[in-house]
């Protein structure tokens, strides 16, 4: 893991209506490593992730994208690759035209990772209207979208739903590689065993507050679970206390 | 040695991306991409795939080689598909918009999550809405109408602007179209909004502006009515079309004020300027919209 974090996010407070999504998120992703963030429904972790790609409009809060301030930028779009939660394609594309159509996007400097075709086993596929896709396609053809462009971060929301265990274990392989390159991964899942076979850091979010931010190590020793999915579940019972607004709940504050 | 093809690289391309192992940087072009060309090439190159169009096209062409073959004349073939012009393509054009539109959010979501500008990206989308359509409707109409060698120097004016006309509408829906489809979350909420506004558009306002020219007889109304005829863009439509033929009996309440009031040229004129700012509006409230929406 590099010492620079690759983005940070400061304040981040976002409302839908009268609803609190987001309420004052200070958190660092690091480089070369994967960070898992997890949370129950509604807990703010899609919103996260979409106001790292500017999906959403932030009430509040800064995001810097390797230092620099994404406020009205787009350009930090074409190092992240993105992988969402819900793989719909229009009816009259074929699965080549969507990659076709984002490699175009990318423009003239673009790097592609085109073994990612093969591995995915796509290659048969890419001229098949993307409505005869079965789901656990659309989802390969989703992920294969994301690594493309080999970029510098990926964000990941469920990436292995709908996959087959083949399928899910060559995205976890490439997931590792990514890290091994120095790269960053953002990873979305309620697959807590999936998680901490990939995980290094661990973001705990609740009512859209930050409530453990860490490593996966130091979150299993600070409760005492021997999996994952206990330690979350230690979170969840002892995250009811309030976190001040804009400041990041350390680990030495929770109560466990 | 001659390099892989890349299994991306489309027939057509003038540079095939190499397939690379390991990883290298590739140059495919000087030149960044226009996010509205790249949309719209790729949505061309689908087109043939889009069932909608398809069917919406062939059906205009269809329906317009009957009623030539049994009119037999440009004019009568004019008014007898100035319902297709005036009912449907709105109707298809909202329909296809509004559905489009919530069926690709998800997409729109992963296309905004590239380095595009949301801007560009409407504008590519609006186009790539209504350009197969108006593509699909003008061939439609005008393949038989050139088959059939029924258009004189005459009848060529009524013929333009009736698929004119038809143009017209199909942006101004589109516009609307996605003006709803942006501004309401929910689909079905979005298609009956939709539909409730065709009716308005195009049945609701005609009996409306009656019962107000009715009930407010013994007033001059001719140049409030004039107004109102501009708050309507399918009387609009109508209107130029009508203006343009000797179909008196087809005019709507507020055509026919706007052809004694005005005359046929200034008519057209004031018309196809109330069609253009029907075209602006919308659109630009509905990038708006897109611009300050959450996805």
Known sequence: ???????????????????PVLQGIDLDIPRGAVTAIIGPNGAGKTTLNKAMLGLVRLDQGTVHFDGVDTAGRIDHRSRIGYMPQTPRYPDSFAAGDVLRLLRDFRGADARTDEELIASFELSPLLEVPARALSGGQRQRLNAAAAFLFVPDLLLLDEPTAGLDPIASGILKDKIRSVRQEGRAVIITSHILSELQELADVVVFLHEGRVQWSGSLEALMTRTGADS?????????????????????KKPSEISL | MTAPVSPLAAAGDCVA????????AVRRSAASPSVVGTVLRHELRSVLRNRGVLVFGVGTLLLTDIVVRLTGSAPRAMSTLLNLVLLVVPLVTMMAGIISWHASREFNELLLAQPVKRTALFSALYLALVLPLAGAFSLGMLLPLAWHRVVDPASAMLVVTTVGSGLALTFIFGGLA???????????????????????????????????????????????????????????????IVLQSDAAALMGYTGAVMSRFLGSTLGTIAAAGGLLAWIVVPVALARRSFDRRDF
Do not use: C
Request: zero cysteines.
């Open chain 1, 1 to 19: 893991m590099s010492s620079t974090p690759l983005v940070v996010m400061r304040g981040l407070t976002k409302r839908f209506a009268k609803h």
């Open chain 2, 178 to 240: 996605l003006l709803i489809g942006i501004r309401i979350e929910d689909r079905l909420r979005g298609v009956m909004t939709g539909l409730m506004a065709w009716l308005l558009l195009t049945v609701g306002y005609d009996a409306v502006v009656l019962i107000v020219a009715t009930t407010l007889a013994d007033y001059p109304l001719e140049r409030p009515m004039l107004g109102f005829m501009l708050l309507n863009p399918v009387d609009l439509a109508r209107s130029v």
């Open chain 1, 228 to 248: 994952l999915e206990r330690a979350i579940a230690h979170l969840m019972q002892h995250s009811t206390t309030a976190v001040p607004q804009g400041r990041m």
């Open chain 2, 17 to 24: 991306i190499p397939s690379i192992t390991p990883l290298a």
